[in-house]
């Protein structure tokens, strides 16, 4: 399907926006972070996107597009069952449906009933597939059933494709090991660039993805990690918050 208005292909486009190679593992969660807001941009019907990772056969969502993104991953690892982890063990695809004209409730009963209170409809999980090797799922979310046909999920293959062979290789040179523990300092940097995500949207009046976006786009303008970008909003808020204090203080 090619884009008249343009020329331009959703598949080469999907595959530019995905693309690169990593240097180290210590660039596996701002690569991972790129791929899942691409699809969220090119898969129509896909409103939330996370990248579960089995490191020596523990999951972990790498990378996310919301906050909501994390719940779904986190009842799914807490309960055991759930597309993403049935992608990853049984190296399929998985596609289902939440409510009375689906399968998921009958798949997975407690996760299904978990993930109708947060809105969720459509599933969609795709190995991360390279070779041999099989190092987690690519989930993808909806908010309405039967969001994503055929061609949606040629798009979501491509970029789990991509995905895989990226984590594959850096892993291949640098080692589980590595690639855990970088895991987890990702996992450390969340709580910053939640809070400047939350910042950004109260001041900017822009929702969660609009905020993350312009983390992205700013922090690759200026050539910084993301990060620190964060830390640079969330500091400089409270560096206003505080002046008025010390304004008091010395005028007292």
């Known amino acids: 399907m090619t884009d008249t208005t343009t020329g331009s292909h959703p598949h080469e486009d999907l595959l530019r926006d995905v693309s690169g190679v990593l240097a180290s593992v210590d660039e596996t969660h701002d690569y991972l972070t790129r791929v899942v807001h691409a699809v969220r941009r090119h898969v129509t019907g896909c409103d939330e996107v996370g990248i579960t990772l089995l490191v020596d056969g523990r ?37 289902a449906t939440i409510g009375p004209d689906g399968d998921a409730d009958e798949r997975w009963p407690l996760f299904a009933e978990a993930v109708r209170q947060d809105g969720m409809r ?25 969001a994503f046909d055929a061609f949606e999920a040629s798009l979501a293959r491509t970029a789990a494709a991509r995905a895989a062979d990226a984590v594959v290789a850096v892993t291949e040179l640098e080692g589980a090991q590595r690639l855990a523990g ?44 993301v990060k620190v970008l964060a830390e640079q909003v969330v500091a400089g808020v409270q560096g206003r918050a505080e002046a008025p204090q010390r304004d008091e203080a010395i005028s007292g």
Not at 122 to 146: D, E, I, K, Q, T
């Open 59 to 95: 999951p972990s969502t790498a990378a996310y597009t919301t906050v909501a993104t994390l719940e779904v991953d986190a009842v799914q690892y807490q309960l055991d069952e759930g597309p993403c982890l049935e992608a990853a063990r049984e190296r399929t695809e998985v596609v």
């Open 122 to 146: 459509s599933l969609m999980a795709l190995p991360l597939l390279s070779g041999a090797h099989c190092v987690g799922a690519l989930n993808l979310y909806g908010r309405v059933p039967h």
């Open 182 to 225: 970088q895991l987890e300092q990702a996992m450390a940097n969340r709580a910053v660039i939640e809070q400047a995500k939350g910042v950004l949207m109260a001041l900017r009046g822009v929702d969660e993805h609009e905020a993350f976006d312009w983390l992205r786009t700013s922090s690759q303008a200026r050539n910084i990690k």
